[in-house]
């Protein structure tokens, strides 16, 4: 399986921005599907992004549309998610997940999912 490091949250104020990214280690990271989710307290865990094993396809969620972009780059093992226009609804544990997959399709659920990283606290305040 593949190792998964998740860096880059923190506070911030509403309206800000944060950069998470997810390093991989231990496999060929070209070969994995990768995914950004979240999980609020009291809450599931939810898709946020979703990218294929190339980066030429994405997928969003209706409630970070516009504000947040998914990106990875192949020589640098590492998944990025741009958080702008951050809102406190958006405060959540944020967690990268990866699966062995090169086809086109996007996965978009818990259970697609392999591995996960530890997650990291993204915190926005009013």
């Known amino acids: 399986q593949v190792q998964l490091a998740e860096s880059g949250g923190g506070l911030v104020q509403a309206g800000g921005s944060l950069r998470l990214s997810c390093a991989a280690s231990?496999?060929?990271?070209?070969?994995?599907?990768m995914g950004w989710f979240r999980q609020a307290p009291g809450k599931e865990r939810e898709i946020v992004a979703a990218?294929?094993?190339?980066?030429?396809?994405?997928y969003y969620a209706d409630s970070v549309k516009g504000r947040f972009t998914i990106s990875r780059d192949n020589y640098k093992n590492t998944m990025y998610l741009q958080m702008n226009s951050l809102k406190p609804a958006d405060t959540a544990v944020y967690s990268c997940?990866?699966?062995?997959?090169?086809?086109?399709?996007?996965?978009?659920?818990?259970?697609?999912?392999?591995?996960w990283g530890q997650g990291t606290q993204v915190t926005v305040s009013s």
């Open positions: 997940a990866a699966r062995y997959y090169s086809g086109s399709s996007l996965l978009y659920r818990p259970h697609d999912y392999a591995s």
């Open positions: 231990g496999r060929t990271f070209s070969n994995y599907a």
């Open positions: 990218i294929n094993w190339n980066g030429g396809s994405t």
